[in-house]
């Protein structure tokens, strides 16, 4: 996870980017990793969602736009992570876990701009 969150410190850095939130399921692993990720990212803003576990894609994409921060972290489980890439962004994409993708996603009142564009990604060696 470690490795992880230096990614995406450097990928920030790197775009620009200044992450206003971190929302994610509620599971356990997964408040730990993105109490990780967020304390080694400066990201002072953390919302977990017991709703977010074991949820469909749509679930995740209506949490992301219903977010009052343009710059997301959002932190949850395969396979839902790797299909919402893949719908995303047009790509057969696989995470493992602490793997991620910085995705570009435009919305607009009517919805989402497709596709997205998959900017960087981190996967384990």
Request: net charge negative; hydrophobic share 35%.
């Given at each position: ?121 981190y996967q384990n060696e």
């Amino acid at each position: 996870v470690t490795q992880t969150a230096l990614f995406i410190r450097k990928t920030c850095k790197k775009h620009d980017i200044n992450i206003g939130l971190c929302i994610s399921s509620s599971a356990d692993r997964t408040q730990q990793t993105s109490q990780i990720l967020c304390e080694l990212n400066s990201i002072n803003a953390l919302e977990s969602y017991r709703e977010l576990y074991s949820t469909s894609v749509s679930h995740w994409m209506q949490k992301i736009t219903d977010a009052k921060q343009n710059c997301l972290l959002i932190v949850g489980h395969n396979p839902t992570f790797s299909q919402m890439v893949n719908n995303l962004c047009g790509y057969e994409f696989y995470m493992k876990p602490a793997e991620c993708a910085l995705i570009s996603l435009e919305i607009q009142p009517d919805g989402f701009i497709y596709p997205a564009t998959l900017i960087d990604t981190y996967q384990n060696e």
